[in-house]
């Protein structure tokens, strides 16, 4: 059960290990045991990699046996059965039946790489090196993803990270009083505002780390008429919020809206390590090999991916179960709120990702341990981790939602009570 060789061997960036300091065994579903049979409650699923749960067996037996009959491993981005029963299934599951037209480039196995390949065509196709993105996104670790990413903890002047790009103010970012919309028509319209024009406008449709900020359906409506406007490209980056998080394969379907650029990674892989990005085809102008990468076909991926996306977005039971599961998820949210007041400012949230916003993130960090200690795996969000957040597989039982929420109710009066 000691921790001692990570401590000695791991480098100090090592982060998740501090949360939730044992040492995983086993999962299944929701539920993940340590190695001394402790039991938790996954409200987590892998910071949104594991939408389907652990161990889903649809996925799993998919993936062992391809492997048992010695299915195509690694093949950089040669034509593979695996990629084509992906493909296939993906444009019959997924595009067709929202009236979707993209060309799918596969591209390294982690989101920054799909948020990199968007950042770069759109900068190509537009011939304009100005990107803007928003007020507490998050799009990822690598150098162009870090230039349009908010929380100051990521970043430091010493890493050179790029210029060339503006954030704005999110949806509500200064209060419901203030149209965030109008106020970014009005700098792009005004050749004096010093604000160049950009090649693309990119966005979490409900941005996660930043805290559970959910754009409204009309506010985003609007943003679509504005880069239409002023010719700039939409880049939804779904790499999170995406894959049925929001109860809706994509998150931008329930504004009725439809991005020239979708990246997608975590879920999409089947719990494997996979990243695609999604773009309109008259944006496609790659020479042959122009972005490459060794990992851009991780052929595991295709199969458990496949797996998934044909067992559960063939028809919309799946969907609807999610939104059932959400409107549970609220009103626990809900009746934490009203329980506490004076600790919980705000609940918000869509689909299967939910926060409740506190007033003392210490208070928050140290029920999120307590929580930890009495069997429920849930993390922070939010520029000074103030908000709890809602993230547990999309298959979660009602009954472990249920019980999880107990768990944390409980881990907050101890939390207030030590305080």
Same mark, same amino acid.
């Given at each position: ?61 998919? @993936? ?32 067709? =039946? ?131 406007? #002023? ?17 809706? #394969? ?8 439809? =991005?020239?650029? @979708? ?13 695609? @990005? ?142």
């Amino acid at each position: 059960m000691s921790l001692s060789i990570f401590d000695q061997y791991e480098s100090e960036v090592r982060g998740y290990i501090r949360s939730f300091p044992t040492t995983f065994a086993k999962s299944k579903g929701a539920e993940i045991w340590d190695e001394a049979g402790k039991r938790y409650i996954d409200f987590f699923a892998g910071a949104g990699a594991l939408n389907y749960g652990h161990n889903n067996p649809v996925i799993n037996n998919a @993936v062992i046996d391809y492997l048992q009959n010695d299915g195509i491993g690694h093949a950089l981005d040669m034509a593979t059965v695996a990629k084509r029963n992906f493909i296939e299934g993906f444009v019959n599951n997924v595009l067709k =039946p929202r009236n979707l037209d993209y060309k799918l480039q596969f591209v390294g196995p982690t989101g920054t790489n799909a948020v990199e390949t968007a950042l770069k065509i759109a900068r190509k196709v537009k011939k304009r090196t100005q990107v803007m993105s928003f007020t507490n996104g998050f799009h990822g670790m690598t150098m162009g993803s870090l230039s349009i990413t908010g929380n100051s903890y990521y970043l430091d002047e010493n890493y050179g990270v790029p210029a060339y790009t503006t954030q704005v103010p999110f949806h509500n970012y200064l209060g419901s009083e203030v149209n965030t919309i109008a106020y970014l028509r009005k700098i792009l319209e005004d050749e004096s505002s010093g604000t160049e024009l950009p090649a693309a406008i990119v966005l979490e449709t409900i941005q996660a780390e930043g805290g559970i900020n959910v754009a409204g359906a009309e506010w985003l409506k609007e943003l679509r008429k504005i880069c239409d406007d #002023f010719d700039i490209l939409m880049i939804v980056d779904d790499i999170q919020a995406g894959n049925g998080r929001s109860s809706d #394969f994509f998150s931008f379907e329930r504004a009725g809206i439809e =991005p020239d650029i @979708v990246t997608l990674s975590k879920s999409i892989g089947g719990g494997h390590p996979m990243s695609l @990005v999604l773009l309109k085809p008259e944006l496609d102008k790659w020479s042959p090999g122009e972005h490459s990468g060794t990992f851009r076909g991780n052929n595991l991926a295709f199969v458990a991916a496949n797996a998934a996306i044909r067992e559960y977005w063939g028809d919309d039971q799946f969907s609807t179960e999610v939104k059932a599961k959400s409107q549970l998820v609220e009103s626990k949210m809900r009746d934490m709120q009203a329980k506490y007041p004076e600790q919980i400012v705000d609940v918000r949230g869509h689909g299967m990702i939910w926060g409740a916003e506190f007033k003392d993130p210490e208070l928050v960090s140290n029920t999120c341990s307590i929580a930890f200690d009495k069997g429920l795996v849930i993390e922070t969000a939010g520029s000074e981790g103030q908000v709890i957040k809602f993230l547990g597989p999309l298959i979660i039982s009602e009954a472990l939602i249920e019980e999880g929420f107990a768990i944390l109710e409980a881990a907050l009066q101890a939390a207030m009570q030590r305080a």
